[in-house]
């Protein structure tokens, strides 16, 4: 029996019978299994009183977080953005990069990864999310080198190539969420928290090029959409492509006006607090 590790593109026909892709569920069973431990261990040490306590808000963020993870990486969305829609490609990158690492991070706690701080295996991590600046640089490369259609005509095909850019995307899009942080830190300045707005502005400007070529170029980029076939009638790889661009464009603009706000109002609360206007 053909058994397929990870979802990549493949010169077979489309079907919407399901396909089980048991990497992608050993990965995310043991992302949900990892937190739980987490949650257990910081509970145990909350009770002792060396620990904070995980809130409800906290658990919910990273189990969307963890669910919508799975979503856009099984069947059938990580089948159909692996080699027949580069509109459903699209979707998967925004989604990681401005829904899921966001949850994701907002659903781990200080203390839940208080103990690992001097692993050897944290270190480098925790190198990376203490420079926003090279996390910012990092996320915009990251999506430079992915879309370039050279390399990903290479990649989409193997399997291991498909699971190389899934884990690239969530990966530099949590190092970059986790580097900008929270803007109810009381110890950042303001200048610190205006930079933090900056960097979240900066994201949407390098996918504007992309989307752009995407969009209005008269010919597909990509031979791995342009050749595979189609999963809807009367839609062609160049209008799948043109698609794609929109969700760039349109998809990437609420979602980070949205994240824009929530900071904003987050950096205005604590200003005032801090000010002492606010009890």
């Known amino acids: 029996m053909d058994v397929n590790w990870w979802c990549s593109a493949r010169p077979i026909s489309w079907t919407w019978d399901p396909q089980f892709f048991p990497g992608i569920w050993i990965v995310m069973l043991c992302i949900i299994g990892s937190y739980f431990f987490l949650c ?21 963020s990273f189990f969307l977080g963890w669910l919508l993870l799975w979503v856009m990486t099984d069947w059938p969305i990580g089948v159909l953005g692996s080699g027949y829609l580069l509109s459903a490609h699209m979707l ?67 399997q291991l190539g498909q699971m190389l850019i899934d884990i690239l995307w969530i990966s530099v899009a949590i190092a970059f969420w986790a580097a900008i942080g929270s803007f109810d830190d009381q110890s950042d300045t303001s200048l610190a928290r205006a930079q933090k707005l900056l960097y979240i502005i900066g994201i949407t400007l390098l996918p504007t090029i992309p ?24 839609i062609s790889a160049r209008d799948d492509q043109m698609y794609a661009g929109l969700i760039m464009w ?20 604590s200003e005032s607090k801090r000010a002492g206007n606010i009890d």
């Not at 040490?45 to 306590?53: A, L, M, P, R, T």
């Not at 994701?104 to 999310?129: A, E, T």
Request: a positive charge; glycine letters at 6%.
């Open 92 to 158: 998967q990158y925004v989604t990681y990069s401005l829904v899921i690492a966001p949850l994701l991070v907002g659903g781990v706690s200080n203390s839940m990864l208080s103990s690992y701080r001097n692993r050897w295996f944290v270190f480098p991590f925790q190198v990376l999310i203490t420079r926003p600046f090279i996390c910012f640089v990092t996320f915009n490369i990251v999506l430079a080198i992915t879309h370039i259609p050279y390399f990903t005509d290479i990649l989409k095909p193997l």
């Open 211 to 234: 989307g752009a070529f995407f969009v209005f170029s008269d010919f597909p980029l990509y031979t791995t959409y342009e050749f595979a076939t189609r999963v809807f009638d009367g």
């Open 40 to 60: 257990k261990k910081n509970s145990k040490n909350y009770f002792s009183g060396s620990g904070e306590k995980v809130s409800h808000r906290q658990k919910l």
């Open 250 to 269: 349109m998809g990437m603009t609420p979602i980070l006006l949205i994240r824009l706000a929530m900071a904003f109002f987050s950096w205005s609360e």
